[in-house]
């Protein structure tokens, strides 16, 4: 039995690390998709932790820099929304509440030197579609990155 | 089964009211206006006062100083949001149906983008003439 559970735990574990930059399964809420997706794209519930989740709901009159308040019912949907698929564990927590943050986005991002983030075509850490061009659709594996034209993953 | 019955009928009735009720420009256009004529009984939406509106630098917010910045000069086409580059819907409800159908959609929108953009929230005069401005 126990052989069994260990077996399935890394199983899981192996499919969990396989998925990490890849077409990770997409929870989907259409509230969380419109609300959230309307100035940025939707990021992935599993990005952050549930209590990350918890600060940045709480403060969405402050939400880097706009005021993305929501209607409380919406706000209470997409939060219990974000919380049943946060991500566990410190690496998907930040101090800031921004993925970007994170330890597990600096360590898939590594390559990236920093002159390529604030290249103009790029911008931010936080435009995803950037070069994950597929990211709305889901796809967010390494054969979906498109680095937008002229830049190269090491270029500083 | 008579209660169950009685919950479809129920069900039936608000889905399809539901849909007689939903908004349209036109719709949200008047009944903007109506509020407008309350203070000024003179009011009609003007697309020229909107399309002023919608050009004019307000210079309130350092990143979004005019309404142009994320939706750009061409309402029929793609707008672009000024600090995430998140590609936005065109404005026009003559190439995007979906744009002013719904009445919480827009009250959210005008709420968040006027208190940026102009420093305060919109009167129901400017968004009457908005809307005008957009529809044509």
């Not at chain 1, 509230?31 to 709480?58: F, N, Q």
């Not at chain 1, 360590?107 to 995803?128: D, F, L, T």
């Not at chain 2, 206006?33 to 009011?43: G, M």
């Not at chain 2, 005008?110 to 044509?136: H, L, M, P, W, Y």
Request: aromatic share 10%; net charge positive; proline share 5%.
């Amino acid at each position: 039995m126990m052989n069994y559970f260990s077996a399935l735990v890394l199983f899981l574990g192996c499919s969990l690390a396989h998925a990490e930059g890849g077409k990770f399964s997409q929870p989907n809420n259409p509230k969380w998709k419109a609300e959230c997706g309307s100035c940025h794209i939707a990021y992935p519930p599993r990005l952050l932790t549930a209590g990350d989740w918890g600060h940045v709901m709480g403060s969405l009159d402050k939400h880097f820099g706009a005021n993305a308040t929501l209607d409380a019912k919406d706000a209470e949907e997409i939060l219990d929304f974000l919380r049943l698929n946060a991500g566990s564990g410190s690496r998907h927590a930040a101090a800031t509440f921004r993925i970007s943050d994170t330890e597990w986005f600096a360590r898939e991002h590594h390559e990236i030197s920093a002159g390529v983030w604030s290249n103009p075509a790029i911008k931010s850490r936080a435009n995803c579609t950037a070069c994950h061009i597929n990211a709305e659709k889901g796809d967010w594996s390494e054969r979906g990155v498109r680095m937008p034209k002229g830049i190269s993953r090491e270029h500083d | 089964m008579p209660y169950q019955r009685s919950l479809c009928t129920v069900l039936l009735f608000l889905s399809s009211t539901s849909l007689v009720l939903a908004e349209t420009p036109a719709s949200l256009i008047s009944g903007y206006a109506a509020e407008a004529a309350k203070t000024s009984p003179a009011f009609a939406p003007s697309a020229q006062r909107g399309q002023a509106f919608f050009t004019r630098e307000w210079g309130i917010s350092q990143k979004m100083p005019n309404c142009t910045v994320c939706h750009g000069k061409n309402l029929k086409v793609d707008g672009k949001h000024v600090v995430t580059d998140k590609r936005i819907d065109p404005m026009s409800p003559t190439v995007n149906p979906e744009r002013f159908t719904s009445f919480k959609k827009a009250e959210k929108w005008f709420k968040r983008n006027c208190t940026e953009v102009t420093g305060r929230e919109c009167t129901a005069a400017e968004k009457a003439d908005f809307i005008q401005f957009v529809s044509q």
